[in-house]
């Protein structure tokens, strides 16, 4: 499909520049498109921010018809955090993505924060490298929870099952148990984490890395993040998880339950975000090359204009605006092509959220990511992974982009 063959009059200069391969021909019209969409854009991004555009204190959003509360940062100015804060001890356990992200961003906050890991594991090192001093606000795990009030529990979820006999009795009555994803407690019967029933069991699971947590508190920004209570023994559990998701460095939380998050957070990341749109890569660039199609064309018509042009669009403005920057012809074939597709996935994405829900998938992962030689099964897969044609044809294309040359 080439976006290029009908162009309107205000296309036309660009005729010149149609010369080039497709993946830039698109962007080329891309371009044109932006200045005869300008106006629509304009307006849209006005309205973007509907958040900030609330009355302080009122904080209902309407996303699409459907009325949800969102909580901001803007309400839990710094000193009202350290306030909240002052007779707590967050002792963060585990200090991998999650860990090194939140727990930085909680010390910057002016936070009693102090960390709990293995002494012998590579967390260990990263914390000294960051600054976390033993014995001062570094130590063992064991030790960390005897001195916390709220006990972050950020080791990868395989890990809080397999210690959680061990952790358990130390969640004594007073402390507070949070988690950044809803998996241990929901997956119960599959992991064995069964909370104590005398603490507040709360959660903020930030939509996006440990290192993007970490670097948008540093640019003055905050992630977006979605929080929830399992078990509010206090009365005050909902306030506690808002003022923890602020703490750790989110600009805009979310409401959810523990349920939801990790349903929405397996299935999601399965599917569109990782799993879904490899597969769909894959399938188009086979069918390209079985049709004598060159490695760079393949991977440059899936690909590279994917996520260079066309995606950011989205990502922007949204799918009509980026519908609307490509040509009529483009435009024309991915309206009818549309339903196909949704029609042809929506199965498997059933298929995807029934093995999430009834735990196939939690199962699945735990006795994985269990075996001690999970990370060299894991490179082993990426190393596949990494040499198939599409994505060795894709470092050489990166190599070409002009910020490369
Ligand atoms: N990564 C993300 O993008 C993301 C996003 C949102 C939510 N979350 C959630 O955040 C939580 C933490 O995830 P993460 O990605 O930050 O984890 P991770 O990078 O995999 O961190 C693992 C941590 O667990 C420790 N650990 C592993 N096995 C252990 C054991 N048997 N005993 C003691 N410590 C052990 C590791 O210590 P050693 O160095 O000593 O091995 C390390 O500190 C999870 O619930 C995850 O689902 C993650």
Redesign the pocket.
């Known amino acids: 499909m080439s976006a290029s063959r009908t162009f309107s009059k205000a296309l036309r200069p660009l005729g010149r520049q149609l010369a080039t391969p497709a993946a830039q021909r698109r962007t080329f019209v891309a371009a044109a498109g932006l200045v005869r969409a300008s106006a629509v854009a304009a307006a849209r991004t006005a309205a973007a921010p509907v958040a900030k555009q609330q009355t302080r204190g009122v904080k209902t959003i309407d996303f699409a018809g459907s009325k949800e509360d969102v909580y901001e940062r803007a309400d839990w100015p710094i000193e009202k955090l350290q306030e909240y804060f002052k007779n707590d001890t967050l002792a963060l356990?585990?200090?991998?993505?999650?860990?090194?992200g939140q727990g930085l961003n909680l010390r910057d906050n002016g936070l009693n924060v102090i960390i709990g890991?293995?002494k012998?594991?590579?967390?260990?090192q990263?914390a000294i490298q960051d600054g976390w001093v033993p014995g001062k606000n570094l130590f063992e795990?064991d030790e960390a929870i005897s001195k916390g009030t709220i006990i972050m529990?950020?080791?990868?979820?395989?890990?809080?099952s397999?210690?959680w006999p061990h952790i358990k009795p130390q969640i004594t009555k007073g402390k507070t148990l949070y988690?950044?994803?809803g998996?241990?407690p929901v997956f119960k019967d599959l992991t064995h984490v069964e909370v104590p029933t005398d603490v507040d069991v709360i959660l903020c699971?930030?939509?996006?890395?440990?290192r993007t947590v970490r670097s948008l508190f540093k640019e003055g920004r905050g992630i977006n993040s979605s929080f929830a209570v399992y078990q509010d023994v206090t009365g005050k559990a909902k306030e506690k998880a808002i003022a923890m998701g602020v703490a750790i460095g989110s600009g805009y939380l979310y409401e959810t339950t523990f349920e939801k998050e990790v349903h929405s957070?397996l299935y999601g990341e399965r599917g569109c975000l990782m799993g879904g749109i490899h597969g769909m890569f894959l399938a188009q660039y086979e069918v390209l090359r079985e049709q004598g199609h060159s490695p760079s064309e393949a991977f440059n018509e899936t690909v590279e204009e994917a996520t260079q042009s066309l995606y950011p669009l989205i990502g922007k403005y949204g799918m009509d605006y980026m519908f609307e920057a490509c040509s009529t012809t483009a435009r024309r074939g991915a309206i009818d092509w549309t339903p196909r597709f949704k029609d042809a996935l929506k199965p498997v994405f059933s298929d995807l959220y029934k093995s999430v829900k009834d735990g196939s998938e939690t199962k699945r992962s735990l006795e994985y990511n269990s075996q001690p030689d999970y990370r060299e099964k894991y490179e082993k897969e990426l190393e596949e992974i990494r040499n198939l044609e599409i994505w060795r044809a894709g470092k050489a294309v990166r190599a070409l982009r002009p910020e490369n040359n």
């Open positions: 356990i585990g200090y991998g993505s999650q860990g090194h890991v293995r012998n594991g590579k967390s260990w990263d795990v529990n950020l080791l990868s979820d395989a890990a809080q397999e210690t988690f950044s994803h998996f241990s699971a930030p939509k996006g890395s440990g957070d």
